[in-house]
């Protein structure tokens, strides 16, 4: 079945009625809890199903949100949260701005695939239209900064030579569908077959809705190459007013890094290569410094007259070297110890040291304690936590199982 929204691309609101109306399920794209709602099918609808590429629209039954529309044989079926009585006349309204914006894009893909396998010899074996830009996979290992520039050239050659773009219906068996550039109908297909042509530039079989004219797409930007399956390229593009929200983006990124680099847009990659030399340059004396001051707090503790049985540190600033290097310079024969790094509530990183028997008895309980998990050998366990918060309770246990060995020492 051809819809209206195929029929007319343009129509914005349709009046039409409810065939029929049945509970159902919906699963987020996002994953989660299904949501409870309906599916209803109705005459004929403005609101394009997912297919061909393209994502479904998004839109009104009434004053009725429809969350997903999808093909079912020849039905569009339209996913809703609220029960339609079949026989009402319902009026459809459309979300332009996400429908406009998917013809710019299937029509931009349309022209790319074109032109490329005319001008190169790359066919397209497949393409998606994401959220925030789009790609185009071609059948080739490569394509070269010089290509993507001239097909880029090319393609808005086209559109300011404004041509048309014609939407036409063919019988199954019409002998013209085999001329037809097409990478086959659904299995499921029936009735006629859409072709969408580019005057004089492309022909090709489509259930998507598009422009009708090339000068709508505005502008296409390719912003380069990814590499994709084996001896595939993924194209990357921009069309329409992507690209005009893009250079938005770029514009109010390039005001900020003015104002915080204190220099012009021509200066910003080196300012801030500088930038992340001085921060290297910061993180390597941190990290001696942090090293020395575990050497100092070793040695201090090292000193004392009666060097307690159980020593206990927290840091918000270190790592597991810092932890370590304490533990090398206390020694750890006789003395059990509990290092924490991180923050003092939350995630962080733990270190248990001390006799072997004694750190293969604890170590799990307190990476337990801790919301945490471990590992260790020869008298140190280590891992990461979750709850610094418990802290208190990890030293009470240790503060513990020293009170109950002394006895026996």
Do not use: Y
Request: aromatic share 4%; glycine share 8%.
């Amino acid at each position: 079945m051809v819809f209206q929204c195929q029929r007319d691309s343009w129509a914005r609101q349709f009046a039409t009625r409810v065939v029929s109306c049945r509970a159902a399920e919906l699963r987020p794209e996002g994953g989660g809890e299904p949501v409870r709602g309906f599916q209803v099918v109705l005459e004929d609808t403005i609101l394009f199903p997912e297919g061909g590429g393209q994502p479904d629209d998004r839109g009104l039954i009434g004053d009725v949100p429809v969350l997903r529309v999808t093909r079912r044989g020849p039905e569009a079926v339209h996913f809703v949260q609220a029960s339609l009585e079949p026989g009402t006349e319902v009026l459809l309204s459309l979300d332009w701005e996400r429908r406009f914006d998917h013809m710019q894009q299937h029509s931009g893909q349309h022209l790319i695939t074109a032109i490329a396998e005319q001008m190169f010899g790359f066919k397209t074996t497949s393409w998606e239209l994401g959220r925030q830009r789009s790609v185009i996979e071609l059948d080739t290992p490569s394509l070269t900064a010089e290509q993507t520039e001239a097909l880029e050239r090319s393609v808005n050659e086209k559109i300011r030579e404004r041509v048309p773009v014609v939407v036409r219906e063919l019988a199954a068996d019409d002998p013209e569908i085999e001329t037809v550039r097409s990478r086959g109908l659904p299995d499921d297909h029936a009735g006629p077959v859409r072709v969408v042509d580019i005057e004089g530039i492309d022909s090709n079989m489509c259930c998507g809705t598009h422009v009708s004219n090339l000068s709508d797409l505005q502008v296409i930007k390719l912003l380069g190459t990814e590499k994709g399956k084996k001896n595939k390229t993924n194209l990357v593009f921009l069309a329409g007013n992507r690209v005009l929200k893009s250079i938005e983006q770029s514009h109010s990124t390039e005001k900020a890094l003015t104002s915080l680099l204190k220099n012009g847009p021509g200066e910003h990659v080196e300012a801030v290569k500088r930038l992340q030399s001085s921060v290297k340059l910061l993180q390597k004396n941190n990290l001696n410094l942090l090293r020395d001051m575990a050497v100092l707090i070793a040695r201090d503790f090292k000193s004392k007259p009666v060097p307690s049985q159980l020593f206990v540190l927290h840091r918000k600033e270190g790592d597991s070297e810092f932890m370590n290097i304490i533990a090398n310079e206390i020694g750890t024969e006789e003395t059990l110890l509990f290092l924490t790094v991180g923050d003092e509530k939350e995630a962080g990183l733990f270190l248990l040291a001390g006799p072997v028997e004694a750190v293969e008895n604890l170590g799990p309980r307190v990476a337990e304690l801790l919301g945490g998990k471990g590992a260790g050998k020869r008298g140190r366990f280590q891992g990461k936590a979750t709850k610094m918060s418990r802290r208190g309770e990890v030293q009470t246990l240790l503060q513990e199982f020293i009170s109950h060995r002394s006895p026996e020492a």
